[in-house]
């Protein structure tokens, strides 16, 4: 019988949100806390699988006692603090962030977007005509993606799944300063003549749609790219021996792209660019 260590158990950690008592395991960010409670904190730069960024602040709650406000998705949740995530203060900053945000990028297919700026009853256009937006033509140098940084955020997500947290292939980082600051591989060159292994691991943590597959940018540029028509079935990946789950998401018979789950031990979300781009000959009907 094969002993398993399961560490040293948890304890738990009070604390009062929004008025009431709340319980999570030491270690947790608010963030979980908000989550287990069923509150909806919105958030952009936060994922499952990376370290977080604190990049976006749309997570941002008021912890009493703390002069600034406090970015959910990173704070710890400490014993006895007292957190409140829908005061005016804490709105009036998500809804400026989201302004700033949709007045300078396209957010078009940022998942929940439209709903926030609804309900922060956010104004992107108050800022007029003038207000300086990041319109680049997207950038199609190869078959597997496409990157369109008029719709990236900057929230630096893809940088970490390249780098030292995932991928260890440094083919991306942040050029330029300020508001000319741009996600780019080498010299800001072809993504062909970059260090990228196209693994498509920055695709599957992009929260905007800025880094997306060929197959889904050829679909919405003809109008038949359709989510509610898609269906996705995990599988495992017969390449190798690793045994690495894919999420094949089919639309009309056709595979449209490859995820991985998150929760899975072995890839948590990342593959190779065989599992996620290696799909053709499943349909090669010829």
Same mark, same amino acid.
């Given at each position: 019988?094969?002993?398993?260590?399961?560490?040293?158990?948890?304890?738990?950690?009070?604390?009062?949100?929004? %008025?009431?008592?709340?319980?999570?395991?030491?270690?947790?960010?608010?963030?979980?806390?908000?989550?287990?409670?069923?509150?909806?904190? #919105?958030?952009?730069?936060?994922?499952?699988?990376?370290?977080?960024?604190?990049?976006?602040? $749309?997570?941002?709650?008021? $912890?009493? %006692?703390?002069?600034?406000?406090? #970015?959910?998705?990173?704070?710890?949740?400490?014993? +006895?603090? $007292?957190?409140?995530?829908?005061?005016?203060?804490?709105?009036?900053?998500?809804?400026?962030?989201?302004? &700033?945000?949709?007045?300078?990028? =396209? &957010?078009?297919?940022? #998942?929940?977007?439209?709903q926030w700026i609804k309900e922060y009853e956010a104004k992107p256009d108050r800022f007029g005509p003038d207000a300086a937006r990041v319109d680049e033509e997207p950038r199609?140098?190869?078959?597997?993606?496409?990157?369109?940084?008029?719709?990236?955020?900057?929230?630096?997500?893809?940088?970490?799944?390249?780098?030292?947290?995932?991928?260890?292939?440094?083919?991306?980082?942040?050029?330029?300063?300020?508001?000319?600051?741009?996600?780019?591989?080498?010299?800001?060159?072809? &993504?062909? =003549?970059?260090?990228?292994?196209?693994?498509?691991?920055?695709?599957?943590?992009?929260?905007? %749609?800025? &880094?997306?597959?060929?197959?889904?940018?050829?679909?919405?540029?003809? +109008?038949?790219?359709?989510e509610e028509r898609q269906s996705a079935t995990t599988t495992v990946c017969a390449y190798c021996g690793v045994g690495c789950n894919l999420t094949l998401h089919v639309q009309d018979n056709e595979i449209v792209k490859v995820t991985s789950p998150h929760d899975?031990?072995?890839?948590?979300?990342?593959?190779?660019?065989?599992?996620?781009?290696?799909?053709?000959?499943?349909?090669?009907?010829?």
């Amino acid at each position: 019988m094969t002993a398993i260590p399961l560490g040293v158990p948890r304890r738990l950690v009070e604390f009062t949100l929004d %008025g009431q008592e709340a319980r999570v395991p030491e270690g947790s960010t608010i963030l979980d806390a908000c989550r287990a409670a069923g509150k909806d904190v #919105p958030t952009l730069c936060q994922g499952d699988t990376l370290t977080p960024k604190n990049a976006c602040r $749309v997570c941002v709650v008021e $912890v009493e %006692g703390a002069r600034t406000l406090a #970015p959910a998705c990173s704070r710890r949740a400490e014993q +006895g603090m $007292v957190v409140r995530t829908d005061t005016e203060r804490a709105r009036h900053s998500r809804k400026v962030v989201l302004e &700033l945000l949709a007045s300078s990028v =396209d &957010l078009s297919t940022t #998942p929940s977007a439209a709903q926030w700026i609804k309900e922060y009853e956010a104004k992107p256009d108050r800022f007029g005509p003038d207000a300086a937006r990041v319109d680049e033509e997207p950038r199609v140098d190869n078959d597997l993606y496409v990157r369109e940084y008029g719709k990236c955020i900057l929230c630096y997500k893809c940088v970490d799944a390249c780098g030292d947290q995932w991928q260890n292939s440094f083919a991306i980082s942040v050029a330029g300063r300020g508001f000319d600051a741009r996600i780019a591989v080498e010299h800001d060159g072809p &993504l062909t =003549d970059s260090a990228c292994v196209y693994c498509g691991n920055c695709i599957e943590v992009c929260p905007t %749609g800025a &880094l997306s597959f060929k197959s889904e940018f050829d679909m919405r540029a003809a +109008g038949t790219w359709d989510e509610e028509r898609q269906s996705a079935t995990t599988t495992v990946c017969a390449y190798c021996g690793v045994g690495c789950n894919l999420t094949l998401h089919v639309q009309d018979n056709e595979i449209v792209k490859v995820t991985s789950p998150h929760d899975n031990p072995v890839t948590h979300g990342n593959l190779c660019i065989k599992g996620r781009f290696g799909y053709q000959h499943v349909q090669n009907r010829d």
